[in-house]
C-alpha cells in the first residue's frame, strides 16, 4: 500500500509568506489618497442602496465622484512627470 503524502515546499508557496517590500510600501502610499476616495465613494453608493436618493445623497454622491477622478487625475499626473519627457 502507498501513502500519499504532502509536500509542504508544494503545497504553500514561500513566496506569498512575506513581507512587502519597501518598494510595494512606496507604491501604497503613493495611491493611498485614490483608495480612500474610492473607499468614500463605495461608502456613499452603499448609504443609498436600500432608501430613495435625496438631494443630500445626490450631493455626497456627486462630491465623491469627483474627488475619485481628481485623485486619478493627480496620480496620472505624477506617474507622467517621473516618466519624463516625451520625445516624438
Known amino acids: 500500500m502507498s ?3 504532502t509536500v509542504p515546499a508544494a503545497v504553500t508557496a514561500a513566496g506569498f509568506d512575506r513581507e512587502p517590500t519597501a518598494a510595494e ?3 501604497i502610499e ?3 489618497p485614490l ?3 474610492q473607499v468614500d465613494l463605495l461608502d456613499a453608493q452603499i448609504m443609498v442602496l436600500d432608501r430613495p436618493v435625496t438631494e ?3 450631493q455626497r ?3 465623491a465622484l469627483r474627488r475619485v477622478l481628481a485623485e486619478r487625475r493627480a496620480l496620472s499626473n ?3 512627470a517621473a516618466a519624463g519627457p ?3
Open 86 to 88: 516625451v520625445v516624438a
Open 56 to 58: 443630500l445623497d445626490a
Open 61 to 63: 454622491l456627486r462630491r
Open 25 to 27: 510600501l512606496d507604491a
Open 3 to 5: 501513502h500519499i503524502v
Open 30 to 32: 503613493v495611491e493611498m
Open 35 to 37: 483608495i480612500r476616495a
Open 78 to 80: 505624477r506617474a507622467a
